[in-house]
């Protein structure tokens, strides 16, 4: 069983649509949680951070924390086609080190105008 | 300000051949990290360092290895390449400490493919 889990679609939604990306994760000792964007042919860019439980909101998107079910989402608010990429979950123990990071496997969004 | 760079951005390999990507950073960061991505398996965590003169082994590390000569670079080398190193390789690095915030800053990326 993989650490974290990530369903890798793709997903495909009508522009203004409300987008939910999820993943599960096994190790209960995780404390930072990460949501990283990635256009096709482009490296990973880091879009939301939460650390430990709870929600943190930005603009159109919003990340939510569950650690009772080792659960976190990702949600995006009238979707743009400008949204579509791969969105990957990450999460760590600590940051004082080495970011040793777990990643998801990424889902594929597309939004269709 | 460029960031992260990594060259080359493709290469095609034949079975048993060697070569070794670079990755220069502008950010002044302390920690460097080498990952590969595969459909399906996310990214992986090949090596790792800490600061110059240091490497570490991540998860993956059998089938390369790496250099840390200088702080802004950071090369991965592959010495007798396997299909199975066929992936997309990337570099990243990161602030140590208080300005930690746990983001990694990518490059764009390295297509390798290995006949």
């Known amino acids: 069983q993989k650490e974290v889990e990530q369903d890798p679609g793709p997903l495909s939604v009508p522009e203004g649509a409300i987008v939910s990306l999820n993943c599960t994760y096994s190790n209960s000792a995780f404390q930072y949680f990460m949501w990283y964007r990635q256009y096709s042919r482009k490296g990973p860019e880091l879009l939301m951070y939460t650390y430990s439980s709870g929600n943190k909101e930005d603009g159109r998107f919003t990340a939510q924390v569950d650690k009772s079910s080792k659960y976190i989402s990702l949600f995006i608010r009238d979707s743009q086609p400008s949204d579509s990429a791969t969105y990957l979950c990450a999460m760590t123990l600590g940051i004082r080190g080495y970011n040793k990071l777990i990643f998801g496997a990424g889902t594929r969004l597309a939004v269709h105008p | ?115």
């Not at chain 2, 080359?8 to 460097?32: I, W």
């Not at chain 2, 490497?55 to 396997?82: C, H, I, M, W």
């Not at chain 2, 990243?92 to 493919?113: D, I, M, V, W």
């Open chain 2, 1 to 115: 300000n460029a960031g992260v760079t990594q060259t080359p951005k493709f290469r095609v390999l034949k079975t048993g051949q060697s070569m070794t990507l670079l990755c220069a950073q502008d950010m002044n960061h302390e920690y460097m990290y080498w990952y590969r991505q595969d459909p399906g398996m996310g990214l992986r965590l090949i090596h790792y360092s800490v600061g110059e003169g240091t490497t570490a082994k991540g998860e993956v590390p059998d089938g390369y290895n790496v250099s840390r000569l200088k702080k802004q670079n950071f090369l991965l080398g592959l010495e007798s390449a396997a299909p199975s190193q066929t992936s997309v390789y990337f570099c990243a690095s990161s602030y140590p400490g208080q300005k930690n915030t746990g983001e990694l800053f990518f490059g764009e990326g390295s297509r390798l493919t290995v006949l």
